[in-house]
């Protein structure tokens, strides 16, 4: 990892940890970049942007829960879904090659940045 002030760092999480809580997602495809920019390789940066968004999402998650912006009839079975979908994504991103890895990233992002000009 290339060296890189706290406070760099500190702002840049801060940054992605904000789209993630007002956007209700987003912070860990803007987190892979910008780790690899710091240096990670790219499977380190998919798994890192994953466990520091996982705990902004629980946070910003309860918020929602708590100010009532949750039906938890919606709730209750699509969080069960991602996380046996986050479980086998982890798993199959220790077997996939690198290269499978940064094509499937680049099809999410450019498949995201398709269904946001479409109406």
Request: glycine share 16%; hydrophobic share 55%.
């Amino acid at each position: 990892m290339k060296k890189g002030s706290i406070r760099a760092y500190l702002f840049g999480g801060a940054c992605i940890g904000a789209v993630n809580g007002l956007l209700g997602g987003g912070g860990g495809m803007l987190a892979v970049p910008v780790l690899q920019r710091a240096g990670l390789q790219e499977k380190n940066a998919h798994a890192t942007a994953i466990a520091v968004i996982a705990p902004a999402s629980f946070l910003s998650g309860a918020v929602y829960l708590v100010e009532g912006l949750v039906p938890m009839g919606v709730f209750l079975p699509v969080a069960l879904g991602v996380l046996l979908g986050g479980a086998l994504g982890a798993k199959l991103l220790g077997k996939l090659s690198l290269k499978a890895v940064s094509l499937l990233f680049e099809l999410v992002m450019f498949a995201a940045g398709v269904r946001l000009l479409l109406p």
